[in-house]
């Protein structure tokens, strides 16, 4: 690991808080800012904000207007070396005569991982990469998780009482916890490349599912798991600007078939543990480029991906109240008879938000 200055841990600082800078995330690109410096002080910041538009490198130089060169670049991301959408931004920072790169962590991307940073060293350009490693990853831990385990990062959201319940026997749950939880919640939305929903969810509350966030200039694909194309195409799902697919077993014949094609796009997969096969769906939402899927379903889908090992990370809003035991639970399992097959995880974060609580955990889908 090369030594890093003060300053450089105070620039590097300053770029991962760009990348965080737009409300919704850039999927299915990373999250990715940029500083250029001159001596001790900054001449150019960038961040990449929309998949198809200028990566943060690039923004960065345009705002330094010609001052990058013998300059320092600080850069979250590995400065990539393919020409997708846009052209390779390792080109302009070659050209832009910086002296030095600083790089949070190699890009996790087979097509380029390292060949990038290797570049920049063959143009004589000082490259030194790990400062900050571990936040950058976290920053983008569905970018990290699509390519390197080739599954999307899964989250599951959850609105419940203290006793463990999301709603009352009769399905009631608007609402459990407070307005400061709930606009968190759009935050999640702003993150997500997709939100997973179950058919339960939709005849019973008839969600929208966009995200309500300030800045937030993308709605998350919306994702049914509907295993008998039960789903009305009255559903206020088809009213908000973005994809919607519905995700059915094979073969299943409905009447309205045809209409729903106008408005979504009908995937089949295997059955599986009740209803379809949810691993299988997670690797096509995977294959669609979906970096992080956030699950905003019934204790029964999430009982489903909890059972299977699929989830990894479950955020709990926790409301000061009370159902009994007649409401309904989290997640509906299969009865564990002994406590080595439960189902374990550990607490990564939790705060207060307004008057209830977030308890943030992670589970190991390696189990």
Known sequence: MPEFSAADHQFIERALELALVPVSAPHPNPRVGCVIVQ??????????????????????????GGLAQDGVMYVTLEPCNLHG??????????QSGVRRVVVCTQDPNPSVSGRGIQMLRDAGII???????DIARKINRGFFSRHG?????????VASTL??????????????????SRHDVQLLRAQASAILTGIGTVQTDNPRLNCRAPGATINPTRV???????????????????DVIIATKKGVVSENRSEL????????????????????????????????????????????????????????????????DEGIGIAELPEIV??????????????????DLKITIELDRSE
């Open 85 to 94: 959408r846009t052209p390779p931004c390792v080109d302009r920072v070659i």
């Open 149 to 157: 385990r080739g599954m999307a990062w899964t989250t599951v959201k």
């Open 163 to 180: 006793d463990g319940r999301i709603a009352t026997a009769t399905g009631e749950s608007a609402w459990i916890t407070g307005e400061a």
């Open 127 to 133: 490259t030194q990469v790990g400062l900050k490693d």
């Open 224 to 242: 049914v798991v509907d295993s008998n194309l039960r789903i009305s195409p009255d559903s206020r799902l088809f009213e908000v600007d973005s």
């Open 338 to 355: 002994r406590l080595s097959d439960r189902i374990q995880a550990k607490f990564t974060e939790v705060k207060r938000i307004g008057e």
């Open 261 to 324: 094609e106008k408005s979504a796009q009908i995937t089949e997969f295997q059955s599986g543990r009740n209803g379809l096969d949810c691993k299988e769906l997670l690797e096509y939402l995977t294959r669609c480029e979906f970096n992080e899927v956030l699950v905003e379903a019934g204790s029964k889908l999430v009982g489903s991906l909890l059972g299977d090992r699929l989830i990894d990370e479950v955020i709990i809003y926790i409301a000061p109240s009370f159902i009994g």
């Open 39 to 64: 001596g001790d002080k900054i001449v150019g910041e960038g961040f990449h904000s929309q998949a198809g538009l200028a990566h943060a490198e690039v923004n960065a130089l345009d705002a330094c």
